[in-house]
């Protein structure tokens, strides 16, 4: 029921930060958030709502760790910042990129770090074209990535995404991007189509594109392992091997970008892992911190990195607070948690095969539903008007829009983007918290049902 007027100023107050108060924030449509515990966030109005949403923003660990507070604090005090650049650097930097080595997949071991997911696949650009140059073939700069993802928000960033409302407002893509098709089963799938096909025929997608070029001029693709903002696009098992190989065929390096999959999300430490690839660069921010502290990590993979070394001289990339001693003491304190409390083990054992059968067995019947789908801690749910066809609901997203108003108003805070509402809640989530974020889902589709059919 929003005029576009007013969905216009709820973003106008999201994004622009006008000089006002929380009241009149509150009258533009914004929800104040004041303060979050574990799972739960609590809103100006002294509402508690769950957070199904923590784990895009990465909030892994999950809300008002101690330790995390105290790491920060004891570097501050020790040393707030100095550079890691100019022959200089400062211990947690280090000692974190060496512990990120052990974590990633053998060959990946070297790291720059950054501040954010956009600068660190910005810096991935210029990275795998730089290597191309080193290595006596410049000309292979192409980069092929798919449409609707989503790599981060400055021009690089965007270029690299493959969102057209977001690229009408660039004013000039970076040069040498194409964007093929996603691995979207439920709209892309042809009739008789196994998941199977569809994973390969996906991946011939980038293929094709790669011939279209020709690999002599082609230098990388970039992907996420299951595309989070775009609307958590689980890709086909055979999919991701399939992409390698033909990356490995044509000698075109193969980014992956783990913002929101790394650090456990999918049941493995990196989602690499969980498709059993291997990738020459990887792009990892938020869940590093648990978004604690700003920080990106940009894993390098050894071949890269040796003709970097043998061949490079300087890389000119750095920025002032790359490997930032606060941000990296606290990515340490986050890893430790993460791995005493054993979340990536739980994930994969535990929640994340329960959080599948509680979508299947609790949310998938409803006759707003066309499909359900999850790996690890990542779900998503389409909404339809008719499930028999798939057919949508008119206006582009509003049918969504009125299930989310009515999980946020029923105490879930959870994202529609286009038709599809999705999930991805802190690692730290348990059986419990799967069962009461399914129970909260239920009611608002039968609210929203309610009003889409009055
Ligand atoms: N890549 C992916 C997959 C992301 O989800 C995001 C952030 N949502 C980014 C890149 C950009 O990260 P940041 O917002 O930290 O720049």
Wanted: hydrophobic share 40%; glycine share 10%.
């Amino acid at each position: 029921n929003y005029s576009l007027k007013q969905l216009q100023q709820v973003d106008a107050a999201h994004h622009l930060h006008p000089f006002t108060d929380h009241k009149e924030l509150r009258e533009a449509g914004s929800r104040i958030i004041t303060r979050a515990e574990g799972p739960y966030i609590f809103d100006s109005e002294g509402n508690e709502i769950l957070d199904a949403m923590a784990g895009l923003w990465c909030v892994n660990v999950g809300y008002g760790r101690e330790e995390l507070a105290r790491a920060a604090y004891h570097q501050m005090k020790e040393l707030p910042y100095y550079n890691s650049f100019f022959k200089c650097s400062t211990p947690t930097p280090v000692l974190l990129a060496k512990r990120l080595a052990e974590l990633a997949p053998p060959s990946v071991n070297q790291v720059f770090f950054g501040s954010s997911g956009s600068e660190a696949n910005d810096t991935a650009l210029r990275l795998v074209r730089h290597f191309w140059a080193l290595e006596g073939k410049p000309q292979k700069n192409r980069i092929i990535s798919r449409k609707n993802a989503y790599h981060g928000s400055t021009v690089a960033g965007t270029s690299l995404g493959g969102m057209e409302p977001m690229h009408q407002q660039l004013g000039g893509a970076v040069p040498n991007i194409v964007h093929v098709m996603m691995p979207y089963a439920y709209e892309l799938a042809l009739p008789g189509e196994s998941d199977h096909e569809f994973g390969l025929r996906a991946a011939k997608a980038v293929e094709d594109a790669i011939l279209e070029a020709g690999p002599e001029n082609v230098a990388a693709f970039i992907g996420e392992p299951i595309m989070g903002a775009g609307g958590v696009k689980i890709p086909p098992m055979s999919y991701w091997p399939e992409i390698e190989r033909i990356c490995r065929k044509y000698d075109v390096l193969l980014m992956l970008d783990e913002v929101i999959t790394g650090y456990g999300r999918t049941g493995e430490w990196f989602a690499a892992q969980s498709f059993g690839i291997t990738p020459d660069t990887i792009t990892t921010a938020k869940a590093l911190t648990s978004g604690y502290q700003p920080l990106s990590a940009l894993l390098v993979g050894d071949r890269i990195a040796t003709t970097l070394t043998e061949k490079g001289g300087e890389f000119y990339h750095g920025y002032t607070y790359s490997g930032h001693p606060v941000a990296c003491a606290v990515a340490l304190a986050n890893l430790d948690i993460i791995e005493k409390e054993g979340l990536v083990e739980r994930v994969k054992n535990d929640t994340g095969p329960y959080f599948a059968q509680a979508l299947r067995e609790r949310i998938a019947d409803h006759p707003l539903v066309g499909e359900v789908r999850s790996f690890g801690l990542m779900g998503a749910i389409e909404i339809v008007r008719d499930k028999a066809t798939k057919e949508r609901f008119e206006g582009d997203g509003r049918a969504a829009v009125v299930v989310r108003d009515h999980a946020i108003a029923n105490g879930l805070m959870l994202r529609a983007t286009g038709d599809t509402m999705i999930l991805s809640p802190p690692l730290i989530w348990t059986r419990e918290t799967i069962d009461l974020a399914c129970e909260r889902i239920g009611k608002a589709l039968d609210l929203a049902h309610k009003d889409l059919f009055a």
